[in-house]
């Protein structure tokens, strides 16, 4: 995902967020760590919540009007700045993908962010041109907080298909990546995630122009690509069927699921986990 330049101050919800924490917190006559004993998280968690330092979860949002008998003002809150540090382009696309009943993704360059691990997601999206060390923070919060939809009662069936090129790209450290790929293989033993892997000897395939993913709702399949500076969803459903039959046929050249999470993890071992 492309990100803005991430600077400090730049998301003004998340903010608002801490300020009212602070607020509340002091009113009630309570230190960070007092709160956080009450809330149950660390008092060093609840000043990074109120410096804006880092995104609060949806978890810690309930956690906190619970401790300060705010009645659902942080777990609103929340839903504001869950999704301020996304790129305004990027938002429709959190809110399609944050009601899926199915997600379909293909990938031939990193790791799907649905299955990312925290570090594994600093690392790429510290790359990102003018992106301030705040703004990586708030963007790989952002990103582990859309990791959530997995987490519901009734989660999305995930079904992602990469290329043997990702288990190959090293983004970061070799602990980092062996992490990763662990990560990547214990997601796909859960029964609603499916990882499938492109070998290097399947060839060139027309999939290997660009990511892409079909997100199917309750109502509507839809598509969504990506370049460098902006993201598209995609509705006409001529289109979203050519998208469709692209995902099927690449995955047509995927090994089967177990071969592929052997294939992972195997590659995982070779990283190491020094």
């Known amino acids: 995902m492309a990100v803005g330049n991430g600077k400090h101050g730049e998301f003004p919800v998340v903010s608002l967020f801490g300020a009212e924490l602070a607020s509340a917190r002091t009113a009630a006559g309570l230190s960070q760590e007092a709160l956080g004993e009450r809330a149950h998280y660390s008092g060093s968690l609840i000043g990074l919540l109120e410096t804006g330092r880092r995104i609060p979860s949806a978890d810690v949002a309930r ?3 619970r401790a300060l008998a705010t009645h659902g003002t942080f777990e609103r809150l929340q839903e504001f700045a869950r999704a301020a540090p996304l790129p305004s382009w990027f938002r429709p696309y959190a809110e399609i993908e944050a009601t899926a009943t199915q997600i379909r993704s293909w990938q031939p360059a990193f790791v799907d962010g649905l299955l990312q691990t925290e570090d594994y997601a600093r690392a790429l999206l510290s790359r990102n041109p003018n992106t301030s060390e705040a703004g990586v923070d708030a963007l790989v ?3 582990m907080e859309r990791q959530s939809v997995l987490l519901r009662d009734s989660p999305p069936l995930l079904w992602i298909v990469l290329d043997e090129a990702v288990l190959h790209r ?7 990546m062996h992490d ?3 990560y990547l293989a214990d997601a796909a033993r859960r029964p609603n995630v499916h990882v499938e892997v ?3 000897a399947a060839g060139g395939h027309y999939a290997l122009a660009g990511a892409f993913t079909l997100v199917q709702q309750a109502d509507r399949q839809v598509g969504y ?3 460098v500076a902006d993201g598209y969803i995609v509705e006409l459903p ?12 690449v995955r047509g050249e995927a090994i089967p699921a177990r071969s592929s999470r052997d294939l992972i993890e195997r590659r995982a071992g070779e990283y190491g986990s020094d």
């Open 180 to 182: 990763q790929l662990d």
């Open 198 to 200: 492109v070998p290097y």
């Open 225 to 227: 690509v990506e370049s």
């Open 63 to 65: 956690a906190l009007d």
């Open 238 to 249: 001529a289109a979203v069927a050519r998208m469709a039959l692209a995902f099927d046929t």
């Open 141 to 143: 919060a952002a990103r």
């Open 170 to 176: 090293r983004v970061a450290s070799d602990k980092v």
